[in-house]
């Protein structure tokens, strides 16, 4: 698909500056075969890939695409992959921070081609032949491979407190000694009387009498 008109309307306001963006790449199977096509700026293969809209759920992005990209009717299954892209430059200067969601994907109908221009060469190909594939970089088989799973987990990357955040907030193991805190309070409505609320820094509980 062409840029995005809210991706336009950003770059009249400022310009060349990076642009934090979703995009999505849909893992397209159908038995033992994955839907991959080749880009037309660059003849790299991959799986469809685009922007999230405002306002679009990233799951219906990614069926958007396949429909758009290749012509192929689809339906989101299951979160396979989050993570962060390097900053992307592209070659008029703009660049670009996607933060990518994998989706797996089953096909449902219709023939692969190139529908609107942006990919060529769009097919299936066997996914015991991935890694033997030319001009599909190791990014797109790490999405594939975790795409193929029925029952898979979401995988991330980062989100360790040992590493991923600000030393000046990184501390050590301890036990966290119990505080209690009593509070009371007089309910005068109907019939209750009151009700005492205990609560804690490990416990929180309500007792009526």
């Not at 849909?26 to 405002?54: F, K, M, W, Y």
């Not at 993570?83 to 449902?108: I, K, S």
């Amino acid at each position: 698909m062409p840029t995005p008109d809210f991706v336009v309307r950003l770059r009249d306001v400022i310009g060349h500056a990076p642009i934090p963006l979703v995009g999505v790449t849909a893992i397209v199977l159908r038995g033992d075969e994955v839907l991959l096509g080749r880009r037309a700026d660059n003849g790299a293969l991959q799986p469809v890939s685009g922007i999230v809209e405002t306002g679009e759920e990233p799951a219906d992005a990614a069926v958007r695409e396949v429909r758009e990209e290749a012509g192929v009717q689809c339906r989101a299954t299951r979160l396979a992959l989050v993570h962060q892209m390097p900053r992307v430059t592209y070659a008029n200067g703009d660049e670009g921070d996607y933060l990518t969601l994998t989706f797996r994907c089953e096909w449902v109908c219709g023939d692969p081609h190139p529908a609107d221009g942006e990919l060529t060469d769009v097919g299936w190909y066997d996914v015991d032949g991935i890694d033997a594939l030319a001009g599909l970089d190791d990014d797109h088989r790490r999405r594939i491979a975790a795409a193929i799973p029925l029952d898979g987990p979401a995988m991330f990357a980062g989100g360790d407190a040992g590493t991923a955040m600000d030393p000046r907030w990184r501390c050590r193991p301890h036990a966290v000694p119990a505080r209690t805190f009593s509070i009371t309070a007089t309910i005068r409505r109907s019939r209750v009387a009151c009700c005492f609320a205990l609560v804690t820094a490990r416990t929180c509980s309500l007792r009526c009498v």
